[in-house]
């Protein structure tokens, strides 16, 4: 059975809506990068160097990322020469296969949230100002509360204008609460006084957010460590998760950001926000190869349901769903 098959069998096994969703979230990386790989593929006779070079190119545009780039056209040779392939089409599913490998050869760690079965889950957001960090936020908030639990927010971005009040509106939207101090006030006091909240509340999950300046990366690290210890000191083991929230619009941008915020904090995972609104979404995966942190929210449209888990096999078919119907078809 072919790839394309195979992995059409594997999410047909999902709903409907999460295919739709990421088909539909992906449109303009597919229109970019597949259809220039068509294109590539209509003009070529045989697989060779010039073929690559030229694949190495789209690959690149797509903001896969150098390194990885170079990787995945080494793998691609070797099995290019191993399965003797010669027609230019077949090459197509390897590359989504490839894709697929890429993604899933790292270190292990997973796509999915670590949730506490029992007591407070603590999960912390760091990124940069404008990223979608407290849009990202009341979607999980969203998320959350519609699976049944009781959610709390903590306001620790206190420096930026309107940041507090900006998630004090996600927290009526999705009817819960904000723990927060004034503008100006110490993250690490708002953070004490949020797991109090949340400890005699006896809430499930408590989403803090934080400031994202990256002008002075020791004051970002001094307030990161502070806010950390004073999670740890009153949960041992929180928080469970350090989410960083990145713009999948700023591509290569978006590299740099993640290879900081991971020099300064321990980053457990990524949201990759506006991903429906870039051509280059192909940064996906140099983020989970070149860094090794795994993606695990994906932001595919404005709905609040729009904010889904991700999954590498309906990220590759989202980005080859016409070929993939294609060869059913036949």
């Known amino acids: 059975m072919s790839f394309f098959k195979k992995l059409k069998e594997k999410i047909t096994q999902q709903t409907e809506s999460v295919t739709e969703k990421f088909k539909d979230g992906l449109t303009k990386t597919r229109d970019n990068f ?21 694949l190495e190119e789209i690959l690149i545009q797509a903001d896969v990322g150098f390194d990885t780039v170079m990787e995945l056209i080494d793998e691609l040779k070797l099995e290019v020469k191993k399965k003797n392939i010669q027609d230019p089409v077949e090459v197509q599913s390897v590359i989504s ?8 050869s790292g270190d292990g760690s997973t796509e999915e949230l670590n949730m506490q079965t029992e007591g407070l889950t603590v999960i912390l957001f760091v990124g940069v100002n404008g990223v979608g960090k407290t849009t990202t936020i009341g979607k999980l908030a969203h998320k959350f509360k519609s699976e049944g639990k009781n959610v709390l927010l903590a306001a620790g971005d206190t420096f930026r204008a309107g940041a507090i009040e900006q998630l004090e509106v996600w927290g009526e939207r999705v009817g819960v609460n904000v723990i927060k101090q004034g503008a100006g006030s110490d993250p690490a006091a708002v953070m004490f006084d949020a797991i109090q909240a949340a400890k005699s509340r006896q809430a499930d999950v408590l989403l803090c957010d934080t400031a994202g300046r990256l002008q002075n990366k020791v004051n970002l ?28 619009t700023t591509g290569q941008n978006a590299l740099v950001q993640a290879k900081t915020f991971k020099e300064v904090t321990n ?56 070929l993939v119907e294609k060869e059913i078809v036949e």
């Open 34 to 54: 597949t259809g220039k790989v068509n294109d590539l593929v209509a003009r070529y006779r045989k697989v060779d160097e010039e073929f690559f070079e030229e």
């Open 97 to 104: 296969e490839k894709l697929v490998d890429i993604y899933q």
């Open 221 to 248: 690290m001094k307030e990161l460590e502070k806010v950390k210890k004073v999670i740890e000191r009153e949960i041992p083991g929180a928080p469970h998760e350090v989410l960083l929230v990145l713009d999948a």
């Open 267 to 322: 980053v457990s995972g990524i949201v990759l926000t506006k991903l429906d609104g870039t051509a280059k979404g192909g940064i996906v995966l140099a983020i989970r190869n070149e860094l090794q942190i795994p993606v695990k929210f994906v932001g595919l449209g404005e709905k609040m349901d729009d904010l889904q888990k991700f999954d590498p096999e309906q990220y590759v078919y989202g980005l080859f769903s016409d």
